[in-house]
């Protein structure tokens, strides 16, 4: 088994914020200062009644589109689908992206500095879904968006997606799903289970209490183990027979690797390059907690709680999150039209591939979304996660047109 030479993930991009007060989360734990990182594109309206809300799968980030560069060892994952004239039509939207609560591109995660200045590690507190929407409702309010014109995710993005239009439907103008699903299933918790022991197994792992040691010397066998399996479950058997078969890698011998074996070894040291296995537990956990009817009378009492025009869409050969789960989400929510089907033969990887089905779908939703940018005064009902108690902040209060102006950076 191959691995590249470890290297400290890339710094994030310079846009951040930090919130103005703690964020208690559901288990209990506190963060007394949470920083997200963010992107934006296009031009917001004065009104601020055109800004659209994209949220990322497990090891995505806030860099949805875009060349790789300072900050992003990758290019945009959804890069297709922002500027000029496409599906995200930055002339009429205003796009904004934060990193996950946990991850390791800007936001507050396992690997950011906690209480005595060193990193949180196995100190940082187990969140949800819930606690990751709840950062970004704070980060909003910050921003002064009090009403998304619509909000879109996938797979992980997805889950907070849908749990923002349930805990905060009179916040979700519309809203976007894709490959993704209302509670994490069994199977897909034991996938994710899978992977959390391979890298609890890795020695560099320490109970994750790694980051102050050399870089060399984390969990990044872990985390290469993690991905390989993860990657399997990305991808679809009839695509990965196609393109490996039982060829073995060329230039190996007859004992050498299975191509499909170098496949897996190539995105294993590309993530542990640029990824945080702390940030990668502790998303995958947020992750088997999702359950949007815990707490609110099952599953399809808080989907009928959603009011935002909605597109729901499933890749037909998606084995990870399998298109029952996007029909159970599309039959729940009152304002869902019929389930829409992405052909792909690249299994869940599809709704990131298959752009010239997905952009379609966007743009029908933000068509949608343009007599949709009412805010109708409703009671919020009770909210997951909580931000409160309300510290004096060390600086003056933000300045919301610079932290959402495109051409304002190092923020």
């Given at each position: 088994m191959s691995h590249a030479a470890h290297t400290t993930p890339a710094p994030a991009g310079p846009r951040s914020l930090t919130l103005p007060a703690p964020l208690w989360t559901e288990s209990g734990e506190v963060l007394p200062e949470v920083r997200i990182g963010y992107e934006t594109w296009g031009r917001l309206a004065p009104d601020r009644s055109n800004a659209v809300l994209v949220l990322h799968a497990l090891t995505g980030d806030s860099h949805v589109a875009g060349p790789a560069g300072p900050g992003f060892p990758t290019p945009g994952w959804w890069d297709g689908l922002i500027g000029p004239g496409r599906a995200l039509d930055t002339d009429r939207w205003f796009v904004v992206a934060p990193n996950a609560l946990g991850g390791c591109r800007g936001s507050t995660g396992p690997a950011s500095p906690g209480p005595g200045g060193r990193a949180w590690g196995s100190r940082f507190p187990r969140l949800t879904i819930r606690d990751q929407v709840a950062a970004e409702?704070?980060?909003?309010?910050?921003?002064?968006?009090?009403?998304?014109?619509?909000?879109?995710?996938?797979?992980?993005?997805?889950?907070?997606?849908?749990?923002?239009?349930?805990?905060?439907?009179?916040?979700?103008?519309?809203?976007?799903?894709?490959?993704?699903?209302?509670?994490?299933?069994?199977?897909?918790?034991?996938?994710?289970?899978?992977?959390?022991?391979?890298?609890?197994?890795?020695?560099?792992?320490?109970?994750?209490?790694?980051?102050?040691?050399?870089?060399?010397?984390?969990?990044?066998?872990?985390?290469?183990?993690?991905?390989?399996?993860?990657?399997?479950?990305?991808?679809?058997?009839?695509?990965?027979?196609?393109?490996?078969?039982?060829?073995?890698?060329?230039?190996?011998?007859?004992?050498?690797?299975?191509?499909?074996?170098?496949?897996?070894?190539?995105?294993?040291?590309?993530?542990?390059?640029?990824?945080?296995?702390?940030?990668?537990?502790?998303?995958?956990?947020?992750?088997?907690?999702?359950?949007?009817?815990?707490?609110?009378?099952?599953?399809?009492?808080a989907l009928a709680r959603i009011t935002a025009p909605t597109v729901v869409a499933a890749v037909d050969s998606d084995r990870l999150y399998p298109p029952s789960q996007q029909r159970t989400?599309?039959?729940?929510?009152?304002?869902?039209?019929?389930?829409?089907?992405?052909?792909?033969?690249?299994?869940?990887?599809?709704?990131?591939?298959?752009?010239?089905?997905?952009?379609?779908?966007?743009?029908?939703?933000?068509?949608?979304?343009?007599?949709?940018?009412?805010?109708?005064?409703?009671?919020?009902?009770?909210?997951?996660?909580?931000?409160?108690?309300?510290?004096?902040?060390?600086?003056?209060?933000?300045?919301?047109?610079?932290?959402?102006?495109?051409?304002v950076t190092g923020r």
């Open positions: 409702v704070a980060a909003a309010d910050v921003w002064g968006v009090e009403r998304w014109a619509a909000v879109v995710g996938g797979s992980m993005g997805g889950m907070r997606a849908v749990e923002w239009a349930v805990s905060h439907p009179e916040r979700v103008g519309a809203l976007f799903l894709i490959a993704t699903a209302a509670a994490a299933g069994a199977e897909q918790i034991a996938w994710c289970s899978t992977q959390l022991h391979a890298i609890r197994a890795d020695p560099g792992w320490a109970d994750g209490d790694y980051h102050d040691r050399p870089a060399e010397a984390g969990p990044w066998r872990g985390l290469g183990l993690a991905r390989r399996i993860a990657h399997v479950t990305y991808r679809s058997e009839p695509e990965l027979a196609a393109r490996f078969g039982r060829r073995r890698q060329p230039g190996e011998g007859p004992n050498g690797r299975y191509a499909v074996e170098s496949y897996l070894d190539h995105h294993a040291a590309k993530l542990s390059a640029r990824f945080d296995a702390g940030s990668y537990v502790a998303l995958t956990e947020a992750m088997n907690s999702h359950d949007v009817g815990r707490g609110r009378g099952g599953v399809a009492a989400l599309a039959d729940a929510i009152p304002t869902a039209g019929p389930l829409r089907v992405v052909r792909s033969a690249y299994g869940h990887d599809g709704f990131l591939l298959e752009l010239d089905q997905v952009a379609p779908l966007v743009a029908e939703l933000l068509g949608r979304a343009e007599g949709a940018n009412r805010v109708d005064g409703a009671e919020p009902p009770e909210r997951a996660g909580r931000v409160g108690r309300p510290v004096p902040t060390r600086n003056p209060p933000p300045d919301r047109n610079a932290l959402l102006d495109p051409t």
